[in-house]
């Protein structure tokens, strides 16, 4: 009895150890899962603010990459449109350039004595023309008459012819001819032969020809003082406009100017007088090349303006500048 009670005794014991056992076991395997439960929470804690970090650096380098990339390009359109004024520049000058060598060619050409010849030939070969249409219409004026004269002579016959053929006396003698031969057409009249020293045509009459300006002044008293006003007036207006008016006013004024004037011209802008076509271009070359440099130097000066906003116009010296003081001069 006594070993059964011991072995009951055991028995219960062994059951609450192994229950025991088993709620130990239970325990650990809960906190086991709490702990993982802890750990899992942590680390998506810890993915979450890595997600979070990642996204704010990337928006950060990506507003910093768009801000570097409208930088440049900023930059990128500075740099074409200075290179575009550069090549604006670059052509206009080339344009003025081969405008003024135009003008150039097109007044050696005026002033050449070739054309000269060409239109004193021109002008001849009209007046001869005009002769010979005066001289074809006197001729058909006067074969004209002729022919009516003919005529008239011809009736003139016929009514004496029939009146002498019903007259009583007509069987007494014999009836006249009729004539029916034309009369020959007037030869054209020879022209005279004109002399190598001139060219004298009385029809048809040629206009009255106009006075030239050497003519018009026989020795005038030069005004060197109004002269120069004149030229530096002109130059000065100029300046203003373009390079084309410019030429055709100054190539204007010197062309109506005599020897003396263009000599006191050639003096006052360092020029040496040669001959007058000569000192004309030399005066008109020097003028032009400082109207190309003045444009383009007032051009670069208006680019550096519009690059320059912030600069105060009020605080700067607007006194005349090099140029002006040279087309003053």
């Not at 990128?76 to 575009?84: A, D, G, L, T, W």
């Not at 005009?130 to 219409?137: F, G, I, M, W």
């Not at 006003?229 to 109506?256: F, H, P, Q, S």
């Not at 007032?298 to 320059?308: P, T």
Request: aromatic share 2%; glycine share 4%.
């Amino acid at each position: 009895m006594r070993q059964l009670c011991s072995d009951l005794a055991k028995e219960r014991k062994k059951k609450e150890e192994r229950e025991k056992e088993l709620e130990r076991q239970k325990e650990e395997a809960e906190r086991r899962r709490r702990d993982e439960e802890i750990r899992q929470q942590h680390k998506s804690k810890i993915d979450r603010q890595a997600e979070i970090r990642d996204a704010r650096l990337m928006s950060v380098m990506t507003s910093q990459l768009k801000s570097l990339h409208d930088k440049l390009v900023g930059q990128m359109n500075e740099v074409r449109s200075k290179v575009q004024s550069g090549d604006l520049q670059r052509a206009g000058v080339e344009k003025l350039r081969e405008e003024v060598l135009e003008l150039e060619r097109k007044l050696a050409k005026e002033d050449s004595p070739e054309k000269e010849k060409d239109e004193l030939r021109r002008k001849l070969t009209q007046l001869r023309k005009l002769k010979e249409e005066s001289d074809r219409a006197r001729v058909k004026k006067k074969v004209l008459e002729e022919e009516m004269r003919w005529e008239m002579k011809q009736m003139r016959k016929e009514l004496e012819f029939e009146e002498d053929q019903f007259a009583p006396s007509s069987s007494a003698r014999a009836p006249p001819k009729r004539r029916t031969e034309t009369p020959a057409t007037p030869s054209r009249p020879r022209r005279l032969r004109q002399p190598n020293m001139g060219i004298r045509i009385e029809e048809p009459s040629t206009p009255r020809t106009p006075v030239t300006r050497s003519r018009t002044r026989k020795n005038p008293a030069v005004d060197n003082e109004a002269l120069v006003e004149g030229w530096r007036e002109i130059t000065r207006e100029g300046a203003k406009t373009n390079v084309m008016d410019l030429c055709m006013k100054m190539r204007g004024y010197l062309r109506t100017r005599s020897m003396s004037e263009l000599q006191c011209l050639g003096d006052e802008e360092g020029i040496a007088y040669e001959t007058r076509d000569k000192t004309i271009k030399a005066l008109l070359s020097t003028k032009m090349q400082f109207a190309i440099r003045h444009k383009t130097v007032r051009s670069d000066v208006e680019d550096d303006q519009e690059e320059d906003p912030g600069r105060d116009p009020d605080l700067e010296d607007n006194g005349p500048s090099n140029l002006d003081r040279l087309w003053a001069m």
